[in-house]
């Protein structure tokens, strides 16, 4: 008697649970006739055989791979297990592996039962392959053709509706479906893309919208959506698909003319745009000191073309719960420079960063706890290996100690190479004369470098702006010889906080 799993699917949400159904009543006939006890089964429902991307596939699959009674996957059909011929060849090898074999209810396969060759079944099988993945691909060709033909046809072929559109049946049945204008939400897309063609703002779109009682989906506008809602070609009635450009799928909502006009303003004011081409030193290391968000990096454009970059609170632009005033990008990155130009610049400071890199690295390569677990794992490998061929030389020779151990030399050379890795890594151990010179060059060449390498986060409020450092924690300073600053530190915080008093003008 042997033990065997199910593994069942169907491909397309108009087949219904009648298709696993009748595939498991021919699964459990088949093993009843052959004395096969079936242990488990697998089911993917509504899910494509073209690639082996299915959730209970992979797991039939890693099952497989552990110490599991059953040896035998039993299917409907070959087309069940897949109708890619290189990923059902690549699959059986991988249960082949595993001692386990593929075997169909209805269909002769390239095995038997016992484990014999099936001489036909061998040529058979791969016909079977060659017409599950024929099928698939025809079927591919006669849906997108199918499609092509409903969408010349002005025809809705699903997806999601933009907002401003509903579907409407166009016969009894309700088979076929046009899109139609929503008397209610296609005033809004047009009220959307004339306010801001007329020079309102995202934001205060939203802000109307929201005073009116208007939302999407039940809630707020958000600006993702909206400035999505401004890109959408299919509100002037074009519809881009793989089969073609459509004009007579979806009714116009804005006129041309004004969607160009949003169009221009979209790419003179275009987000992550030119602002990606400037050089934000302090980029993701500001945090607002009142609120306590991220400070991120801007940029505006006046309506004489000039340009201003500055650090704005996302408590203030996102949340509205912080009036933090923006902070110009110049002023504040040359402050935080200088700062740390005087502060790492001292021979003592940074001979004592020096020392800090120095011990952090080498406490981290004398936590030698991967090395040591590594190197346990295989000890217990190769002592489980020795047992195995001693009982093989005492007489004890079974299959599945063959196998054992055939499992166990290959984790020895898997570990062996990871082992060789670890050493390796090891080995690359820092000198002081390596750090030293590259905080030397860090500070003299680069400042956007030291800003990454050395600080931690700056903490800025109205009165204040707190430094927290890297590799510090009760960093040596001199007193302060500029009288127009004042420096102080305060080493009961995480880290090193350097404060300097006195931020930047308020930019109005």
């Not at 059909?77 to 209810?105: H, P, T, Y």
């Not at 169009?263 to 302090?282: E, M, N, P, T």
């Not at 200088?338 to 940074?350: A, R, S």
Request: include cysteine; hydrophobic fraction near 35%; charged fraction near 30%.
């Amino acid at each position: 008697m042997k033990y065997a799993v199910i593994y069942a699917r169907y491909s397309s949400e108009r087949q219904t649970e009648q298709s696993i159904e009748g595939q498991l009543t021919e699964c459990h006939s088949f093993a009843e006739k052959n004395e096969l006890v079936i242990l488990d089964t697998y089911i993917d429902r509504a899910t494509t055989g073209t690639n082996d991307n299915r959730a209970a596939f992979q797991q039939m699959l890693s099952d497989a791979e552990k110490d599991v009674p059953w040896e035998i996957v039993l299917v409907y059909a070959i087309d069940r297990f897949g109708r890619n011929s290189i990923e059902i060849a690549v699959n059986k090898q991988r249960l082949k592996k595993n001692g386990k074999m593929l075997i169909s209810a209805t269909q002769r396969t390239s095995e038997n039962i016992d484990g014999s060759k099936n001489l036909d079944g061998i040529l058979l099988e791969n016909v079977y392959i060659g017409l599950a993945e024929y099928y698939s691909a025809e079927l591919s060709q006669k849906i997108r053709r199918g499609l092509h033909e409903s969408r010349t046809k002005g025809l809705y072929c699903g997806g999601i509706m933009p907002y401003g559109y509903k579907k409407e049946p166009v016969d009894e049945k309700g088979y076929h479906k046009r899109i139609v204008e929503d008397e209610v939400t296609a005033p809004i897309v047009r009220y959307i893309f004339q306010s801001y063609a007329n020079g309102m703002n995202v934001p205060e779109i939203i802000d109307s919208l929201t005073a009116q009682g208007i939302f999407y989906l039940g809630k707020p506008f958000v600006r993702n959506t909206v400035y999505k809602m401004l890109r959408l070609e299919k509100y002037i009635g074009i519809a881009r698909y793989t089969e073609g450009v459509f004009t007579n799928i979806f009714p116009p909502l804005v006129d041309k003319d004004i969607f160009d006009r949003v169009q221009v303003i979209l790419d003179k004011f275009a987000i992550g745009g030119k602002s990606q081409k400037v050089d934000y030193l302090l980029r993701g290391k500001l945090f607002c000191g009142k609120c306590g968000k991220p400070i991120s990096g801007e940029k505006s454009t006046s309506k004489s073309g000039r340009e201003f970059y500055y650090y704005k609170c996302s408590g203030r632009k996102k949340f509205h719960i912080c009036d933090k005033a923006t902070i110009a990008k110049d002023k504040i990155e040359n402050l935080i420079t200088e700062v740390l130009m005087k502060e790492f610049g001292t021979p003592e400071n940074q001979e004592y960063i020096v020392g800090q890199i120095i011990e952090l690295n080498r406490k981290r390569l004398a936590d030698k706890s991967l090395l040591r677990n590594l190197r346990a794992e295989k000890e217990a490998a190769e002592a489980s290996l020795r047992n195995i061929m001693k009982a093989v030389e005492d007489g004890f020779f079974t299959k599945s100690a063959t196998k054992r151990a055939n499992e166990l030399e290959d984790l020895i050379a898997d570990l062996e190479e990871r082992i060789a890795i670890a050493e390796f890594k090891e080995e690359k151990i820092l000198t002081p004369e390596q750090v030293r010179q590259y905080l030397s060059h860090t500070i003299k060449m680069d400042p956007a470098l030291l800003i990454r390498t050395l600080i931690q986060k700056i903490v800025i409020d109205d009165e204040k702006i707190e430094i927290h450092c890297n590799y510090c924690e009760n960093m040596p300073t001199d007193p302060p010889n500029d009288d127009s600053q004042d420096f102080s530190l305060d080493n009961e915080k995480i880290g090193c906080a350097k404060q300097v008093s006195g931020s930047p003008p308020k930019r109005t």
